[in-house]
């Protein structure tokens, strides 16, 4: 591809997928004093989108990377602005520090929502109808001494404190590989009490706001099995959510058992299948009791050639039978990974540096993570787009290439967004490859 092709494929695939992004980012609140403004929000926004777009993993790259004639007029279009520096990389953080948090939260929901109104990840749905959103916790920020008052603390085996930040993210996952966060609640300590915030109780603030953000969203949550109880099972049907988790012995130990007992007294609840050289075998029970909840529990046996048999077993609210077993298990079960691998390692280790603090203040350290899943979201569309002949880690090796390829066409090759618009008065279409 060329430098211009490449480098068309960012606005093309905005103007597509978020044809209003340009006014959502108009209508972000600037918390700043008015009369000492030089770059408006909205250009500052992109300057941050972009550190994390090419990977940059550190904001004092800004003023060098994005430093030249085409990338500060490039960075000037796409935010249709007409300044003429680019900002010191401490002025981003100087808005995030008092932006509010759910502004940039509440622009991401916004981009998810059209990506659902306009059927865009329609045929990644279970059983054609659910959604499937992963949710599972992990770690943010850390440090040897007491951040802030939100810390959480653990003693390490050295004797030593530790200070961090973790958070819990729900994540819509699909089957070609794509996770794109729908929901994030950080674990903190906020509420003055001895005993420190955890996984849980942020589960339970985290799933009324999913709700509220998409209600009217078919939605089948993948869980642990740490979220197998009956509170965690009472708050899933208030909300209308089906859910898939991890059985494990050590979860409702009454209900793992009497499954362990039924499934091998049932052989007509059972299913064999191969694919390739690989062997499944199936098993379910219907309707177990755990208090005031029934569910169902199936268990998938795989087995590849030259290695030791490996077994699933999941707890799920939907109905199990011979005609939607498989599909339960690899696309909907298997799919938890999804969150741990394309999210959070891919952002952790593939040049996002989620661990790294991007700035020590809390809120804009917040800020910055929000940012992350914006231009993650981003970048997973131009990457699977069919803008590109093929996914990009495909064409150039990995994501961290695709990215500098990117970053090098931004500095040496213009955006031309007129001739673009006009490209867009037609027929216009992006489809996302499946793998």
């Given at each position: 591809?060329?430098?211009e092709?490449?480098?068309?494929?960012?606005?093309?695939?905005?103007?597509?997928?978020?044809?209003?992004?340009?006014?959502?980012?108009?209508?972000?609140?600037?918390?700043?004093?008015p009369?000492?403004?030089?770059y408006?929000?909205?250009?500052l926004?992109?300057?941050?989108?972009?550190?994390?777009?090419?990977?940059?993993?550190?904001?004092?790259?800004?003023?060098?990377?994005?430093?030249?004639?085409?990338?500060?007029?490039?960075?000037?279009?796409l935010?249709?602005?007409?300044?003429?520096?680019?900002?010191?990389?401490?002025?981003?953080?100087?808005?995030?520090?008092?932006?509010?948090?759910?502004?940039?939260?509440?622009?991401?929901v916004?981009?998810?929502?059209?990506?659902?109104?306009?059927?865009?990840?329609?045929?990644?749905?279970?059983?054609?109808?659910w959604?499937?959103?992963?949710?599972?916790?992990?770690?943010?920020?850390s440090?040897?001494?007491?951040?802030?008052?939100?810390?959480?603390?653990?003693?390490?085996?050295?004797?030593?404190?530790?200070?961090?930040?973790?958070?819990?993210?729900?994540?819509?996952?699909?089957?070609?590989?794509?996770?794109?966060?729908?929901?994030?609640?950080?674990?903190?300590?906020?509420?003055?009490?001895?005993k420190?915030?955890?996984?849980?109780?942020?589960?339970?603030?985290?799933?009324?706001?999913?709700?509220?953000?998409?209600?009217?969203?078919?939605?089948?949550?993948?869980?642990?099995?740490?979220?197998?109880?009956?509170?965690?099972?009472?708050?899933?049907?208030?909300?209308?959510?089906?859910?898939?988790?991890?059985?494990?012995?050590?979860?409702l130990?009454?209900?793992y058992?009497?499954?362990?007992?039924?499934?091998?007294?049932?052989?007509?609840?059972?299913?064999?299948?191969?694919?390739?050289?690989?062997?499944?075998?199936?098993?379910?029970?219907?309707?177990?009791?755990?208090?005031?909840?029934?569910?169902?529990?199936?268990?998938?046996?795989?087995?590849?050639?030259?290695?030791?048999?490996?077994?699933?077993?999941?707890?799920?609210?939907?109905?199990?039978?011979?005609?939607?077993v498989?599909?339960?298990?690899?696309?909907?079960?298997?799919?938890?990974?999804?969150?741990?691998?394309?999210?959070?390692?891919?952002?952790?280790?593939?040049?996002?540096?989620?661990?790294?603090?991007?700035?020590?203040?809390?809120?804009?350290?917040?800020?910055?993570?929000?940012?992350?899943?914006?231009?993650?979201?981003?970048?997973?569309?131009?990457?699977?787009?069919?803008?590109?002949?093929?996914?990009?880690?495909?064409?150039?090796?990995?994501?961290?290439?695709f990215?500098?390829?990117?970053?090098?066409?931004?500095r040496?090759?213009?955006?031309?967004?007129?001739?673009?618009?006009?490209?867009?008065?037609?027929?216009?279409?992006?489809?996302?490859?499946?793998?």
């Open positions: 591809m060329s430098r092709e490449l480098l068309g494929a960012i606005p093309k695939t905005l103007r597509h997928f978020f044809p209003s992004l340009t006014s959502w980012l108009r209508d972000l609140p600037d918390p700043r004093d009369n000492r403004i030089t408006p929000v909205r250009f926004v992109w300057t941050g989108l972009l550190m994390f777009l090419f990977l940059m993993r550190a904001r004092r790259r800004l003023r060098h990377d994005l430093n030249s004639d085409y990338g500060l007029a490039n960075l000037n279009r935010a249709g602005t007409e300044l003429d520096t680019l900002p010191h990389p401490d002025t981003p953080a100087y808005l995030l520090k008092r932006l509010a948090g759910g502004a940039l939260g509440e622009l991401l916004k981009m998810v929502r059209h990506l659902l109104r306009n059927r865009v990840l329609e045929r990644f749905r279970l059983l054609c109808r959604y499937l959103v992963a949710i599972d916790g992990t770690g943010f920020l440090f040897s001494r007491r951040h802030c008052d939100r810390c959480l603390t653990k003693t390490l085996p050295n004797g030593q404190t530790l200070y961090y930040h973790p958070v819990l993210e729900a994540k819509l996952v699909c089957w070609n590989g794509l996770a794109i966060s729908v929901g994030t609640e950080f674990i903190e300590n906020t509420d003055g009490e001895d420190q915030d955890c996984e849980l109780k942020a589960f339970h603030r985290l799933v009324p706001g999913l709700r509220q953000n998409f209600p009217q969203l078919p939605i089948c949550l993948l869980l642990d099995a740490l979220y197998l109880n009956e509170p965690v099972l009472a708050l899933l049907k208030t909300h209308r959510l089906e859910w898939i988790t991890t059985f494990k012995q050590g979860s130990p009454e209900a058992g009497e499954f362990e007992t039924l499934h091998a007294l049932r052989p007509q609840q059972a299913m064999e299948e191969l694919e390739g050289r690989t062997h499944r075998q199936y098993h379910w029970v219907n309707q177990l009791r755990q208090g005031q909840h029934s569910f169902d529990a199936f268990e998938c046996v795989e087995t590849k050639p030259g290695r030791k048999p490996t077994r699933f077993v999941w707890a799920t609210s939907l109905s199990v039978k011979p005609s939607n498989h599909k339960l298990s690899q696309q909907g079960g298997r799919l938890r990974w999804k969150i741990e691998n394309e999210g959070f390692n891919t952002q952790k280790n593939g040049g996002y540096d989620l661990e790294h603090a991007y700035c020590e203040h809390w809120n804009a350290a917040c800020n910055f993570y929000r940012l992350i899943q914006i231009a993650h979201l981003v970048s997973q569309l131009i990457a699977k787009g069919s803008l590109l002949s093929a996914p990009a880690a495909e064409l150039f090796g990995n994501l961290r290439a990215a500098a390829r990117l970053l090098e066409a931004w040496t090759a213009p955006l031309d967004m007129d001739s673009l618009e006009a490209n867009l008065t037609g027929r216009f279409q992006i489809r996302l490859h499946d793998y």
